[in-house]
């Protein structure tokens, strides 16, 4: 047995930003948000500069979010073509994929500009357009980065579906944002198997519901269906098309993509991010949380299909000029050595990922771990929900050798880049807290019934943002109302997050996790109410109410309640059916941990369905069940209770 080193690592020395730095940037950045971020923006390059910063309202009223309104620029000419000149020869991104014998690729700026250049050709050949939608549905291999820079380049607005989503929900993100092409491969290797992604999208075809035409780039050579006139492969098309696309001139706030993600009510929505302040902030969040340095081998672990993809596999490490990693495989294969592996093998100085894959691999035992060389490594980092002390303890002591920072970073889709984390070179570490605020982000604690604000410190609420930050979605695709309806109107005038929070005795910051009907599985995010959904889209089921409980690796695992049709026999044979029904129709990670049989919901006489209490239930805790009298039936919840042992 090894004991866990309780060194907790010491600030990093020479660090973009030291503790001093930090406050006075951080007072500068709240004091005056139009000088602090006229400033920033400065980091990028602009064809014609901006003269106005922020224009920003988060209401009552109107609500809109605008900055560097009037200057212009392209987002590809900044990630690769300002490079080229110094760097053009150094690598830009480092490719491993799944299989580990297969050779990794090592992609220079000079040769990203080249493949870049020719993806954006092709896609003009098929008729792409300025503002046109195109939906890019890969896997995590290079191409799926030329793809989305490929867009930029010309202007069109690209929205990735991660490729573990099943055709359904292909469709319906096609449908939604009437894209013009989906980019997808043969297939997708991952952890040894073979994902069928062009079959995927033929199914998904089937319910598009406007012209589409499918590009597809070669990975595995293997069989696929093919449809004349509609599908083309990459390779024809690039094999006839110049390298030389020159950057499209595109306004700060026209689009650059669409990313779909859930929310408590309805089906995904599409969040839209733009192009000067989601860069800006993408670039100075990359720079200042990780604290890299020019040559520096950057790890995010996230796939391209979430929003941790966008903002730092390819956006904000491209735009710093970045060595960036991009991994095809799963921390698990060909064993749950392969993270550290590909640490040791590529050196990699930071290192980034969530505390799903942390409690996994911590189940596996240390040993895997400690045959690597990890001396690389300088700065860890962790995303998508909150870590708990254990795995922390563990990233800390086995991957950190007890002298790597842990930036434990809180975000979220709608936000573009990190709004809370410790800073490496300014924060002591406190294991399990998001911590500080980033430079021009503004936290509030609220009173949740009320909506008052609650100084001071040692206290507990919901967490509202009270100003804008120039990497803030803008709007919600082709529904302004929804978007401000879902961020605006439960706490009028700020930007509530759909977390909870403590502030602690030194005014550090806590999350505690959703307050709404969003769940948090392994680190991707997931409204119960699509579930429920899915469930009652099948013939045997009447009704479904969906929440999630505490699973020791996933952090939240899916629990659902189903009631049954009358005629129908509640069998283990058909839990197993609705089960692999919701992977179908949703994606693996939607596939139910718990159907439990309910002969009734527990409801209010007006008919909603109390969650507070099914989640009790779902947690094994019955002991604060709280006020039942209100129900419409009060017995339904004994017999859930009854129920619940034999899950
Ligand atoms: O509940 C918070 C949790 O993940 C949600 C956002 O999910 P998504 O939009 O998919 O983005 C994930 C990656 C940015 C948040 O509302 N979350 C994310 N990071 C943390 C976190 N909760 C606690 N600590 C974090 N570091």
């Given at each position: ?15 973009h930003?030291d503790a001093?730095?930090y406050?006075q940037?951080?007072a500068a950045?709240?004091?005056d ?5 006229g400033?920033q923006?400065k980091r ?10 922020k224009?920003t309202?988060?209401g009552?009223g109107?609500v ?6 009037d ?5 590809a000419?900044?990630c690769?073509?300002r490079h ?14 799944d ?5 990794a ?6 040769q990203?500009?080249e ?7 092709v896609?003009k050949?098929?008729g792409?357009?300025?503002?046109d939608?195109?939906?890019?549905y890969l ?12 867009c930029?380049?010309?202007g069109a ?6 490729a ?10 096609m449908n939604g944002?009437e894209?013009?092409?989906v ?10 198997r073979?994902t ?10 089937l319910?598009?519901?406007h012209d589409?035409?499918c590009?597809?780039v070669?990975?595995?050579g293997q069989q ?6 509609r599908d083309v492969?990459y390779?024809?098309?690039a ?10 001139e ?6 650059l993509f ?9 089906q ?11 860069l800006v902030y993408?670039?100075l969040?990359h720079?200042?949380?990780f604290d890299y ?10 796939d391209v ?7 730092y ?5 491209l735009?710093?000029?970045a ?11 060909p064993?749950?050595g ?10 990699v100085n ?5 505390p ?8 596996k035992g240390?040993d ?17 929900e909150?870590i708990n002390?254990?795995?922390w ?18 975000w979220?889709t ?8 410790p800073?490496?070179g ?5 294991p ?6 980033f ?7 609220l ?8 100084e ?9 943002l009270a100003?804008s930050?120039p990497?803030q979605?803008r ?12 961020y ?13 929070c403590r ?6 910051y806590?999350i505690?996790g ?22 009652v889209?099948?013939?045997?089921v009447s009704?479904?109410?969906v ?5 020791p690796?996933k ?6 309640y ?6 129908e026999?509640?069998?283990?044979e ?9 992977r179908?129709?949703i994606?693996p990670?939607?596939?139910p941990?718990?159907?439990?049989w309910?002969?009734?919901?527990p409801k ?25 009298s209100?129900l419409?039936d ?5 017999e859930?209770?009854?129920n619940?042992a034999k899950q």
């Amino acid at each position: 047995m090894t004991t866990d080193t309780q060194t907790r690592p010491s600030l990093l020395p020479d660090a973009h930003v030291d503790a001093a730095r930090y406050d006075q940037m951080y007072a500068a950045s709240i004091a005056d948000p139009d000088a602090f971020w006229g400033e920033q923006g400065k980091r990028i390059d602009w064809i014609k500069p901006y003269t106005k910063v922020k224009n920003t309202s988060f209401g009552p009223g109107d609500v809109h979010i605008k900055w560097y309104e009037d200057g212009t620029l392209n987002v590809a000419a900044n990630c690769i073509d300002r490079h080229l000149a110094t760097r053009g020869d150094q690598t830009a991104i480092i490719f491993e994929p799944d299989e580990p014998t297969d050779p990794a690729q090592h992609i220079t700026y000079n040769q990203l500009a080249e493949n870049v250049g020719r993806f954006a050709n092709v896609l003009k050949e098929l008729g792409v357009r300025k503002g046109d939608r195109v939906v890019i549905y890969l896997p995590m291999i290079p191409e799926a980065a030329y793809a989305m820079l490929a867009c930029a380049r010309i202007g069109a607005v690209h929205s990735i579906v991660f490729a573990g989503f099943s055709p359904d929900a292909l469709a319906a993100r096609m449908n939604g944002c009437e894209a013009k092409l989906v980019i997808t491969s043969d297939g997708a290797p991952r952890g040894g198997r073979v994902t069928e992604l062009k079959d995927n999208v033929n199914k998904a075809m089937l319910h598009v519901t406007h012209d589409a035409k499918c590009l597809v780039v070669k990975r595995t050579g293997q069989q696929v269906a093919w449809v004349q006139d509609r599908d083309v492969w990459y390779d024809d098309i690039a094999a006839r098309v110049s390298s030389d696309c020159p950057p499209e001139e595109m306004n700060a706030e026209d689009p650059l993509f669409i990313l779909y993600t859930s929310g408590s009510t309805g089906q995904p929505k599409g969040v839209v991010h733009t192009t000067g302040g989601y860069l800006v902030y993408a670039s100075l969040t990359h720079q200042m949380t990780f604290d890299y340095k020019d040559g520096d081998i950057f790890w995010c672990t996230a796939d391209v299909g979430w929003v941790t993809g966008h903002s730092y596999i390819v956006y904000g490490p491209l735009a710093n000029g970045a060595i960036t990693l991009m991994f095809e495989g799963v921390p698990t294969y060909p064993d749950a050595g392969r993270f550290w592996a590909v640490c040791e093998k590529h050196k990699v100085n930071q290192f980034y990922t969530a505390p799903t894959a942390i409690r996994a691999l911590m189940g596996k035992g240390p040993d895997y771990v400690n045959k690597y060389d990890l001396s690389s490594l300088k700065l860890l980092g962790s995303v998508g929900e909150p870590i708990n002390p254990e795995a922390w303890n563990w990233y800390n002591t086995h991957v950190g050798k007890g002298r790597c920072p842990i930036v434990d970073t809180w975000w979220q889709t709608e936000t573009g880049g990190h709004m809370m984390t410790p800073l490496p070179g300014a924060h002591e570490l406190k294991p399990g807290a998001a911590q500080k605020p980033f430079f021009g982000v503004k936290p509030l604690v609220l009173e949740p019934t009320s909506g008052e604000v609650i100084e001071g410190n040692g206290v507990e609420g919901v967490l509202v943002l009270a100003d804008s930050w120039p990497g803030q979605m803008r709007t919600v695709w082709g529904d302004h109302d929804r978007f401000v309806k879902t961020y605006f109107s439960d706490y009028k005038g700020y930007y509530f997050s759909g977390d909870g929070c403590r502030r602690d005795a030194d005014g550090d910051y806590w999350i505690t996790g959703r307050v709404d009907d969003v769940i948090n599985v392994s680190g991707h995010r997931m409204g119960t109410a699509e579930v429920e959904s899915a469930l009652v889209a099948h013939e045997a089921v009447s009704e479904a109410a969906v929440v999630g409980y505490p699973h020791p690796i996933k952090g939240q695992g899916i629990y659902c309640y189903v009631t049954l049709m009358a005629d129908e026999t509640p069998t283990d044979e058909l839990k197993k059916k609705l089960s692999d029904w919701v992977r179908e129709e949703i994606g693996p990670i939607a596939k139910p941990d718990v159907i439990q049989w309910a002969p009734g919901l527990p409801k209010t006489r007006s008919g909603k369905i109390m969650r507070r209490i099914l989640r009790k239930i779902a947690e094994n805790d019955f002991g604060s069940l709280g006020d039942t009298s209100t129900l419409a039936d009060p017995s339904v919840v004994d017999e859930l209770i009854a129920n619940r042992a034999k899950q």
